[in-house]
């Protein structure tokens, strides 16, 4: 669930608030991102890739509040780690978008399950000829 | 609450999700004027946002083996025109999206065109429709659609979020693009998808085929809805006193880990991941390392707790029944497409997984939206003709209203179609039993329900939910054998006078009636 804005980091730009499919978040009276309908949230993460100054921060959890402060949330290393991951902004000439090896990795689990299918075969042979 | 908004277009598109996206790409392209609105943002909304689809991405040369192959799969219920179009539909279109979307190229140089992961496609499917001239409303849900006297679709009303403002538009056509739905289970992206397009187009007359195939799981890092599910096809599973599952990974997996989860807790490990892949992962599924980085667990080490989440149709496979190649449906100028129509025309009794699903949400959005346009075109907006508003459930109460527990509703469609053991493992009165308990419910909301502005978005949710449901369980318990995805434990076995498809229809009388079984000879007469 999201948790935090940090409100240090908040621009007012309110991306967050239009990205946000669930309709969450707001731009409060002081110009920065609020969280307005917390239980709202569906934990999809896309209001952090969103932001580009990585105020926001979203908890993994998805059915209770967890309570992260800004400070936690500061602390933990992980703010910005999900825009950074997608090669978003700033991030594109370092975190290259992988994503079409998902097919040949799903080929190599295939290919896997045959091979440990096959040597489960081959200890069933050898302990029933012992 | 504000003034309404009045709007008359040639097309509506409800739903901007990648289906949604695709229709009005394709109607802008063929002259309509298109509006497109949005429960949340298109952009955002919808199960491709969150993940990365792969698409049905087969070269001309090997479609006929393609077809053939997922044919047989299809026991029965597929159609190998139907695949034929969506192969042929999906290699043309998806490099077209070259000036929106960032292709990569594989390690020789080639450009890869299968798979888009999930928030950059949705981004370029954005900026696709804008430039193609679409008009875009965020946060703008549709509650109900709106006819003419001759029952030809009309337009659509809802509700924009901000500001609590009713919205009309008038249109010559509509098409339905809201998404599967998976009743209100946790998985990743589902949250906005609560089967409203269902509800809206039965209200109008349109009818659903496939209700019975709504039974697909996803496993997950308990407690969260990461639903990305490519590390766990190479899963060590275990049990409770850490005592490793035979449990052999592959398409047919599900059943096993419904049947640990059953018995206990289950966990995974994920040491089997070539450690080239575990390197590359975030790069690849960014999402899927997020939660074990954001936990404190270590993703390909240490052994850990996990869910299966509930599909519903959103891999299931039911949905909205088109009547024609440009996937119309029952009623003039109302077309379907993506999750929100039923995709076993392609997939058959077995889940299309993202690849076939996704090809089919692009091709069946792209047929939709030019033939809504064409239609449009030669009729127009009619907005000086009288329209009939078709929603009753949560609108319109038939006796007093009342206060009426929207979510309690969406709770107990949470419990009767999710749980394992009564939609994995399906049986006639288990099935009639939680039937029972959901018409008790539509009853009581469609008597008495009724709520105002985000409280009648969220009561008119539930009645969409609690619609799906019924129309699930009254065609699971019609389907009295085992095919494919669907699984009766009092009737383990295909039955081969069933081999066709269902159709399902009604809201306070659910009718449910199959089709024709057609021998594959007709079929393929029929298709020539």
Same mark, same amino acid.
């Given at each position: 669930?999201?948790?935090?804005?940090?409100?240090?980091?908040?621009?007012?730009?309110?991306?967050?608030?239009?990205?946000?499919?669930?309709?969450?978040?707001?731009?409060?009276?002081?110009?920065?991102?609020?969280?307005?309908?917390?239980?709202?949230?569906?934990?999809?993460?896309?209001?952090?890739?969103?932001?580009?100054?990585?105020?926001?921060?979203?908890?993994?959890?998805?059915?209770?509040?967890?309570?992260?402060?800004?400070?936690?949330?500061?602390?933990?290393?992980?703010?910005?780690?999900?825009?950074?991951? @997608?090669?978003?902004?700033?991030?594109?000439?370092?975190?290259?978008?992988? @994503?079409?090896?998902?097919?040949?990795?799903?080929?190599?689990?295939?290919?896997?399950?045959?091979?440990?299918?096959?040597?489960?075969?081959?200890? +069933?042979?050898?302990?029933?000829?012992? | 609450?504000?003034?309404?908004? =009045?709007?008359? +277009?040639?097309?509506?598109?409800?739903?901007?999700?990648?289906?949604?996206?695709?229709?009005?790409?394709?109607?802008?392209?063929?002259?309509?004027?298109?509006?497109?609105?949005?429960?949340?943002?298109?952009?955002?909304?919808?199960?491709?946002?969150?993940?990365?689809?792969?698409?049905?991405?087969?070269?001309?040369?090997?479609?006929?083996?393609?077809?053939?192959?997922?044919?047989?799969?299809?026991?029965?219920?597929?159609?190998?025109?139907?695949?034929?179009?969506?192969?042929?539909?999906?290699?043309?279109?998806?490099?077209?999206?070259?000036?929106?979307?960032?292709?990569?190229?594989?390690?020789?140089?080639?450009?890869?065109?299968?798979?888009?992961?999930?928030?950059?496609?949705?981004?370029?499917?954005?900026?696709?429709?804008?430039?193609?001239? %679409?008009?875009? $409303?965020?946060?703008?849900?549709?509650?109900?659609?709106?006819?003419?006297?001759?029952?030809?679709?009309?337009?659509?009303?809802?509700? /924009?979020?901000?500001?609590?403002?009713?919205?009309?538009?008038?249109?010559?056509?509509?098409?339905?693009? =809201?998404?599967?739905? /998976?009743?209100?289970?946790?998985?990743?992206?589902?949250?906005?998808?609560?089967?409203? #397009?269902?509800?809206?187009?039965?209200?109008?007359?349109?009818?659903?085929?496939?209700?019975?195939?709504?039974?697909?799981?996803?496993?997950?890092?308990?407690? +969260?809805?990461?639903?990305?599910?490519?590390?766990?096809?190479?899963?060590?599973?275990?049990? /409770?006193?850490?005592?490793? $599952?035979?449990?052999?990974?592959?398409?047919?997996?599900?059943?096993?880990?419904?049947?640990?989860?059953?018995?206990?807790?289950?966990?995974?490990?994920?040491?089997?991941?070539?450690?080239?892949?575990?390197?590359?992962?975030?790069?690849?599924?960014?999402?899927?390392?997020?939660?074990?980085?954001?936990?404190?667990?270590?993703?390909?080490?240490?052994?850990?707790?996990?869910?299966?989440?509930?599909?519903?149709?959103?891999?299931?496979? #039911?949905?909205?029944?088109? +009547?024609?190649? =440009?996937?119309?449906?029952?009623?003039?100028?109302?077309?379907?497409?993506?999750?929100?129509?039923?995709?076993?025309?392609?997939?058959?009794?077995?889940?299309? #997984?993202?690849?076939?699903?996704?090809?089919?949400?692009?091709?069946?959005?792209?047929?939709?939206?030019?033939?809504?346009?064409?239609?449009?075109?030669?009729?127009?907006?009619?907005?000086?003709?009288?329209?009939? %508003?078709?929603?009753?459930?949560?609108?319109?109460?038939?006796?007093?209203?009342?206060?009426?527990?929207? /979510?309690?509703?969406?709770?107990?469609?949470?419990?009767?179609?999710?749980?394992?053991?009564?939609?994995?493992?399906?049986? !006639?009165?288990?099935?009639?039993?939680?039937?029972?308990?959901?018409?008790?419910?539509?009853?009581?909301?469609?008597?008495? !329900?009724?709520?105002?502005?985000?409280?009648?978005?969220?009561?008119?949710?539930?009645?969409?939910?609690?619609?799906?449901?019924?129309?699930?369980?009254?065609?699971?318990?019609?389907?009295?054998?085992?095919?494919?995805?669907?699984?009766?434990?009092?009737?383990?076995?295909?039955?081969?006078?069933?081999?066709?498809?269902?159709?399902?229809?009604?809201?306070?009388?659910?009718? =449910?009636?199959?089709?024709?079984?057609?021998?594959?000879?007709?079929?393929?007469?029929?298709?020539?």
């Amino acid at each position: 669930m999201i948790e935090v804005v940090i409100e240090e980091r908040c621009s007012g730009c309110g991306d967050c608030v239009e990205a946000c499919p669930s309709d969450v978040l707001r731009v409060g009276e002081g110009g920065k991102a609020m969280i307005a309908a917390q239980a709202d949230c569906q934990t999809c993460l896309l209001c952090e890739l969103y932001c580009p100054t990585d105020a926001l921060f979203v908890w993994p959890e998805v059915d209770r509040i967890a309570g992260i402060t800004a400070d936690q949330a500061l602390a933990s290393g992980q703010l910005g780690a999900f825009r950074r991951d @997608h090669g978003w902004g700033e991030h594109a000439a370092t975190h290259a978008n992988q @994503h079409w090896r998902m097919g040949a990795i799903f080929e190599r689990a295939r290919l896997q399950a045959i091979d440990l299918a096959a040597a489960k075969t081959a200890r +069933t042979e050898e302990g029933s000829s012992t | 609450m504000s003034e309404p908004l =009045t709007l008359a +277009t040639d097309v509506l598109v409800i739903g901007g999700g990648l289906a949604g996206a695709w229709a009005a790409v394709a109607a802008a392209r063929a002259g309509a004027d298109v509006v497109l609105v949005d429960k949340g943002h298109c952009g955002t909304s919808g199960v491709t946002a969150t993940a990365g689809p792969g698409h049905w991405w087969v070269p001309p040369e090997r479609r006929e083996a393609a077809v053939a192959d997922r044919l047989q799969r299809s026991l029965g219920l597929g159609d190998p025109n139907w695949m034929g179009r969506i192969l042929d539909l999906t290699w043309t279109s998806l490099p077209g999206l070259r000036d929106h979307y960032a292709f990569s190229t594989d390690d020789r140089g080639e450009v890869q065109h299968r798979a888009l992961r999930g928030p950059e496609y949705m981004r370029a499917m954005r900026a696709y429709a804008v430039a193609t001239g %679409a008009r875009i $409303l965020d946060h703008h849900p549709a509650l109900q659609l709106l006819r003419h006297g001759d029952g030809s679709i009309a337009g659509a009303s809802g509700l /924009a979020l901000r500001g609590e403002r009713p919205w009309t538009i008038r249109a010559g056509a509509v098409v339905l693009a =809201t998404g599967g739905t /998976a009743f209100a289970s946790r998985l990743l992206g589902s949250a906005t998808n609560t089967g409203d #397009g269902l509800l809206m187009g039965v209200e109008a007359g349109a009818d659903l085929s496939g209700m019975e195939f709504t039974n697909y799981y996803t496993p997950s890092l308990a407690g +969260t809805n990461m639903a990305r599910s490519m590390a766990y096809s190479f899963a060590r599973w275990f049990d /409770a006193d850490d005592r490793e $599952l035979d449990i052999p990974n592959g398409p047919d997996v599900t059943p096993h880990l419904a049947r640990a989860l059953l018995n206990g807790p289950l966990f995974c490990r994920l040491d089997r991941v070539p450690a080239d892949i575990q390197a590359v992962m975030p790069e690849v599924q960014p999402n899927f390392v997020l939660p074990f980085q954001r936990l404190g667990i270590e993703t390909y080490g240490e052994r850990f707790e996990v869910t299966l989440h509930a599909e519903g149709t959103v891999r299931g496979i #039911g949905g909205l029944r088109v +009547t024609d190649q =440009t996937c119309q449906t029952q009623v003039p100028g109302l077309f379907a497409a993506g999750d929100a129509a039923s995709r076993e025309l392609v997939t058959g009794a077995i889940s299309g #997984g993202g690849a076939v699903n996704s090809s089919w949400a692009l091709s069946s959005g792209q047929w939709a939206g030019a033939a809504a346009a064409r239609r449009a075109r030669s009729t127009g907006a009619r907005e000086t003709d009288l329209a009939v %508003a078709t929603g009753q459930a949560g609108l319109k109460p038939r006796r007093e209203a009342r206060t009426f527990d929207a /979510a309690g509703a969406v709770q107990a469609v949470r419990e009767e179609l999710n749980a394992y053991d009564k939609n994995i493992f399906r049986r !006639g009165d288990v099935l009639a039993a939680s039937l029972e308990r959901l018409d008790r419910i539509w009853r009581e909301l469609a008597d008495h !329900g009724r709520a105002e502005g985000r409280a009648g978005l969220r009561l008119r949710e539930a009645a969409a939910l609690v619609a799906a449901g019924r129309w699930s369980k009254a065609a699971a318990l019609a389907r009295r054998e085992s095919r494919g995805m669907h699984r009766r434990e009092d009737a383990p076995n295909l039955d081969p006078r069933l081999a066709s498809r269902q159709r399902a229809q009604g809201l306070d009388r659910i009718f =449910t009636r199959f089709e024709p079984a057609l021998a594959p000879k007709a079929w393929r007469a029929e298709v020539a």
